[in-house]
């Protein structure tokens, strides 16, 4: 994504708000009450497990950087792959080689699952799974050229939403969820927009599933730093106003105002912006810091397993949990 200037190029801007605007026009944009979410919370025993989360993500670390092309990155995505279909779920990989910006052709792979695939209503819930190839942020000069293990810019996502697969399968009456694992997102070039979320961008203009058209879609990246910070990310509140209301009005009923500050943020040229030009409503969970951007470990040799809280992990997946069991019991009573 385009994580050094937080706010996009003027032009690309002004071309994303008009693409944002008619998608998010007449929702309501303030966080209210929930007395459902209220109840939900005494009622309700969350199954997600944070350690089982964590566990993912440490799988994922141990292949190594997951940049397009090496080893680490075929094995790491024949293992997600493996995972999911253990999982019951309806996996189709998508697979093309893209031509990043600095002109090296890279191998794609789309990992992309379906939960009670026969479910109308669909929810999509997506991450990055690469790697970062150059640890440019990386306060050591020396270590500039070193591929990111990506602990927590893209496999805490991931872990959170292999975990959700995994309670999900378990549950003969789950909704319908799709769970995206993007590819080629962090091969990018700073201040050139165009060239991140290669394989949001793929998958947005060559749908695996014809009409495919889910209700909403959510975006995790870096949800695995013990002091992370959630606000409303810019183009998301455009986009689906009402599904950022629902997500953040849960997270303050579960007590975790303190990760998911329902505080406007900056704009982010993430994944989730080229499902928005596609016309798929999306919000982008993000982890950014008031007054000093992403973590600290962003783009660094430092982005490890001691950049990931099992805490931080699990709250993001009982927020989540909340949310796919409201939809659940929403599409049953209708």
């Known amino acids: 994504m385009s994580k050094s200037g937080i706010l996009k190029s003027a032009a690309t801007t002004a071309i994303s708000l008009a693409l944002l605007m008619s998608c998010g026009a007449g929702k309501k944009t303030s966080v209210e009450e929930d007395n459902d979410d209220a109840a939900s919370r005494e009622q309700t025993a969350t199954l997600f497990s944070a350690d089982s989360a964590y566990s993912y993500v440490a799988r994922q ?5 997951r940049v397009p092309g090496t080893d680490a990155h075929r094995l790491c995505g024949e293992w997600l792959a493996d995972k999911l279909n ?20 890279i191998p794609m792979r789309n990992i992309f699952a379906r939960i009670n695939p026969n479910a109308q209503d669909r929810v999509l819930l997506l991450a990055h799974w690469d790697s970062r190839p150059w640890a440019d942020h990386d306060p050591d000069e020396t270590k500039r050229s070193i591929p990111v293990d990506g602990a927590n810019d893209g496999a805490s996502g991931v872990g959170v939403l292999l975990e959700l697969a995994r309670i999900l399968s378990a549950d003969n009456n789950a909704p319908g969820v799709d769970i995206l694992l993007c590819d080629a ?10 060239s991140w979320a290669l394989g949001a961008r ?29 606000m409303r990310e810019y183009f998301s509140q455009l986009a689906n106003p009402a599904l950022a209301d629902e997500i953040w009005a849960i ?40 007054g000093s951007g992403f973590y600290s470990g962003w783009h660094t040799t430092s982005d490890n397993m001691d950049a990931i809280s099992k805490e931080t992990l699990g709250a993001v997946g009982n927020i989540l949990e909340i949310y796919l069991l409201k939809n659940q019991l929403q599409t049953i009573n209708e």
């Open 61 to 65: 670390v141990e292949f190594g950087p």
């Open 86 to 105: 253990s999982f019951g779920a309806d996996v189709i990989e998508q697979k093309a080689s893209l031509t990043a910006f600095d002109g090296t052709v």
């Open 185 to 194: 997102e962090d091969w990018g070039e700073e201040s050139n927009d165009e």
């Open 202 to 230: 793929y998958f947005a203009e060559n749908l695996p599933v014809k009409g495919y058209a889910p209700s909403a879609a959510i975006l995790l990246d870096m949800v695995g730093a013990p002091d992370a910070t959630f």
């Open 251 to 290: 997270a303050h009923r579960l007590g975790y105002g303190n990760l998911f500050i329902n505080r406007m943020g900056s704009a982010v040229n993430d994944d989730h912006v080229e499902l928005i030009k596609a016309g798929i409503p999306a919000i982008d969970i993000i982890d950014y810091r008031e």
